[in-house]
């Protein structure tokens, strides 16, 4: 496949058919390098089976995707960040986990010299029970229901706000925070917590890195566009709420954002929501074609 071709474009972003592979090395984005403030994917996973969206496995996947992830590192800007989300895999014909996508990351880091700035787990509330042979039929394992999600960066502060991301306290916090009073002191870790800990009201709870999130919409207007067209959707639509956590926390309002495996491009429609410039790439001509059902009322016709 040649260069990228530009599909569709917005008043925020731009989107492109192609292999993430011809971004590097053309001109056409050279204007790009060191200029990217946050790099958010979800590559295909290193599956033991072919998948409609494809996928590589063993060495070959790992080459391939630390190349891509390497190449960004001329283009992220200095306090940028890339944050990439890799599925589990487990050996073929066996009861046992794969530890390739672990490889993978810890080759990002040390071929792309970039920092681990922090490590996140998305817990799928409604993933099915997986791999069928050994957790459905033989028993002898559990349902796989997380992946990996590894924020990087090039320098050990890269823009972040935690603020940007605070969530609701519980009513047992909101409590104890109304209450004005609670067991403060020495605890049995040793940590000693002070009187004043928990009375101040800072607008919220500071999230942990267990990310809790499911895709069920079955409803959406993106589905039922792909329906009334007779287009299949993509099959690993990442979830909203999981691209406008790292949005908002790694960046601000007019800060360029890209996708390199854009999928359905949900990260072109938050980043749009939100006001922050994109770029998403997708290799699937029939995906790009489907994810402008996102855009219908933004899309600038002049492309």
């Known amino acids: 496949m040649g260069k990228l071709k530009l599909e569709y474009k917005t008043k925020y972003g731009k989107c492109y058919h192609g292999d993430i592979e011809n971004f590097f090395g053309d001109k056409t ?17 290193p599956l033991n089976r072919k998948k409609k969206y494809g996928n590589l496995n063993g060495d070959e996947y790992i080459k391939w995707l630390t190349r891509i992830t390497s190449s960004f590192n001329e283009y992220l800007s200095e306090t940028g960040s ?26 990002i880091k040390k071929k792309g010299n970039y920092k681990l700035c922090q490590q996140f787990v998305w817990y799928n509330t409604a993933k099915l029970p997986s791999p069928i042979q050994w957790v459905n039929i033989e028993r002898i394992r559990v349902k796989d229901s997380f992946t990996h999600i590894w924020w990087f960066s090039k320098v ?15 009513k047992s916090m909101s ?36 990310l809790i999130s499911s895709n069920t ?14 287009l299949s959707p993509h099959p690993a639509r990442m979830p909203s709420d999981l691209v406008l956590f790292f949005v908002k926390f790694l ?3 007019n800060d360029l954002v890209i996708d390199p495996f854009a999928g359905s491009n949900t990260t072109g429609e938050i980043c749009e929501s939100l006001e922050r410039k994109w770029i998403s790439i997708e290799i699937d001509k029939s995906y790009v074609v489907s994810s402008k059902f996102k855009f219908m009322d933004k899309i600038n016709e002049s492309v």
């Open 82 to 107: 890339l944050v990439i989300e890799i599925g589990n895999a487990w050996e073929p014909n066996e009861p046992c986990m794969s530890t390739l996508p672990l490889e993978t990351l810890l080759s």
């Open 29 to 45: 984005f050279n204007k790009y390098k060191g200029k990217i403030d946050l790099i958010f994917t979800s590559p295909p996973f």
């Open 251 to 253: 960046t601000d309002k």
């Open 175 to 210: 409590k104890l925070m109304n209450s004005k009073k609670y067991n403060s002191g020495l605890r049995p870790s040793e940590h000693n917590i002070g009187k004043k800990s928990f009375l101040s009201n800072n607008g919220g709870a500071i999230p942990s890195n267990v």
């Open 217 to 230: 919409i079955s409803n959406s207007k993106y589905l039922n566009s792909c329906k009334d067209s007779q």
């Open 156 to 170: 050990t502060n890269p823009k972040a706000n935690n603020k940007k991301v605070l969530m609701e306290y519980s």
